[in-house]
């Protein structure tokens, strides 16, 4: 990533990173990771925190920008397809998007479920424990975790 393809904003905060990581002596292969993930932050989402985004809004302005975005993603996932629209409606304002980088471990075998996770946009795999033989790829519109709103875990999050 160029660092003249950056914001200002993003650069600032790139180098203030940077700075602390040189400060408490992070090790090099650590400091390469942060920085492929402000790149990655960069070129996936172009660094846009949607809450902060709208957060200025009335709750009822809010609420019509979120079923508005993401309603489709939950019409996509297979156990929602032949639910209610207000239940859909509701289910879409406890959504809370989330971004994770290349090579990131979303949960692991044995680890008590608290979220439902729906795949928006981009892959993820599912690994053995060995942490490289992949069992299933999930794409846009698969989840995991629905177990977790049963046991009335958190609310889902979007991918």
């Known amino acids: 990533m160029y660092r003249s393809s950056l ?25 390469v990771k942060v920085i492929k993930w402000f790149d990655y ?3 996936t989402q172009k660094c846009s925190d949607e809450e902060r985004a709208v957060s ?22 297979e156990i929602f397809q032949n639910t209610e629209a207000g239940f859909l409606c509701e289910l879409v304002l406890k959504l809370r998007p989330v971004l994770f980088s290349p090579g990131d ?34 794409k846009a519109g ?3 975790g629905e177990i977790s709103i049963l046991n009335m875990g958190t609310a889902g999050k979007a991918l």
Not at 14 to 31: A, E, F, S, W
Not at 56 to 73: F, G, Q, R, S, Y
């Open 7 to 31: 914001p200002r904003s993003i650069t600032a905060k790139l180098d203030g990173v940077k700075t602390y990581m040189r400060m408490r002596r992070v090790p090099n292969h650590l400091q």
């Open 41 to 43: 932050l960069w070129l």
């Open 56 to 77: 200025c809004l009335p709750d009822k302005l809010k609420a019509e920008i979120a079923i508005n975005v993401h309603l489709d993603t939950l019409k996509r996932v």
């Open 105 to 138: 471990f979303i949960c692991r075998k044995g680890e008590v479920g608290k979220e439902m996770y729906i795949v928006n946009r981009g892959r993820l795999q599912v690994v053995a424990d060995n942490g490289k033989t992949v069992m299933a790829s999930l």
């Open 142 to 144: 698969s989840y995991f």
